[in-house]
């Protein structure tokens, strides 16, 4: 086995790109990018690593996206031996390409639903149709909650009807114009400035303190992310052990029309690729379930409850 590693890495292309991808999940046209080569020669590396067992391949709809191995023999391999690959001027230049790749996908996310925001409800209404999302994240809502989260609360539908159920709620959105919307709805229902804070961040590093909310909820927002494992870390950090966490998102499909008409990165997720997002995050998963809509689309709900962090 070690033999099959080492031979994969003999090569200074491949090399960069085990690099790159230990950090970052990435696209074949992304990386030809990072490189600077032809996609078959891009291609051709790939497949060598891929077959040796060292990167993974994860097929979305029309895109394909690599990443080291994030587990297992060859995942422990490349940890044995990041130590002996200090990154030369090459293997920085890759990496300062790829996080102003990452930069800018957040940048487009951003202009596309600041772009879209006042038609949002109705977009969300021709992919739910008659499933009345917010009422199914307020009966989550556990008892005697403190402080409920909406993670990209978008227009603040699902906010609005979580406020009855809880003492004070926080939405959290990186477009300010949805957040301009969500204050308007807000006022426009006389809600008290005192029960509602709006704040503006990305959800891989969400303004908010440790522990500072009893329930928080995600709904449709994971598949424009290029990381949804951060943002369910980011999750567990800010609810208080034993808080509860639903995640509302598609079932894995093949509509290739939402990425374009909605802005999605991501073609939904299988059951057990969020389960173990979850898992990872530091989640006990409670309930799953699914539930048909529209455009031929299913919805995964699930609730999980965050375990408390482990002492050093």
Known sequence: MSLAFFKALSDETRLRLVHILRHYELSVNELVRILDMGQSRVSRHLKILTEAGLLT?????????????????????????????????????????????????????????????EDWDELNHEVLGDFDLPAQVAAAVPPHCRMAVDLGCGTGAVLARLLPRAGGVIGVDGSARMLDICRRRLDGENVPEQRYSLRIGELDHLPLRDHEADFACINLVLHHLSDPAAALGEAHRILAAGGRLLVTDFLRHHDETMRSRYGDRWLGFAPDSLTAYLEQAGFVLVDSRQCAVGRGLHLLLLTAEARAPRTP
């Not at 990443?67 to 300062?96: E, K, N, V, W, Y």
């Open 57 to 117: 391949s994860r097929r979305d709809g029309l895109w394909v996206f690599y990443a080291a191995s994030p587990a297992g023999t060859a995942h422990d391999f490349l940890q044995a031996i990041a130590p002996f690959m200090p990154a030369d001027a090459a293997m920085r230049a890759d990496m300062d390409v790829a996080a102003h790749i990452l930069e800018e996908r957040a940048r487009k996310t951003r202009q596309f639903f600041n772009a879209i925001a």
